[in-house]
Nanobody
Framework: QVQLAESGGGLVQAGGSLGLSCAASGSSFVLMGWYRQAPGKQRELVAT???????NYADSVKGRFTISRDSAKNTVSLQMNSLKPEDTAVYYC??????????WGQGTQVTVSS
């Protein structure tokens, strides 16, 4: 059974930093990443990283967020710097298996105050 366990998040002032971590179990994953969903908006991609280390970022977070992955431990992390109020959202860990099945974490709240 695949499980994704997220940690981190919380409340921070604008300009501050937060880190998110996700530990996956039950499978190996070709792609891992983070998505977010703000109130009243659709879920959107934040960043992804392949097993080989190739990364992809949403334009809105480029230069501020850094995604990293430890494939041996099946973990993915997101370091968020220079946070803005518009980064406020529930952040979800995502993992895609080699048979192209997607799994989601339960979500963790990130709130950036102005």
């Amino acid at each position: 059974q695949v499980q994704l366990a997220e940690s981190g998040g919380g409340l921070v002032q604008a300009g501050g930093s937060l880190g998110l971590s996700c530990a996956a179990s039950g499978s190996s994953f070709v792609l891992m990443g983070w998505y977010r969903q703000a109130p009243g908006k659709q879920r959107e991609l934040v960043a992804t990283v392949t097993r080989g280390g190739s990364t992809n970022y949403a334009d809105s977070v480029k230069g501020r967020f850094t995604i990293s992955r430890d494939s041996a431990k099946n973990t993915v992390s997101l370091q968020m710097n220079s946070l803005k109020p518009e980064d406020t959202a529930v952040y979800y860990c995502n993992a895609v298996s080699y048979i192209n099945r997607a799994y989601w974490g339960q979500g963790t709240q990130v709130t950036v105050s102005s």
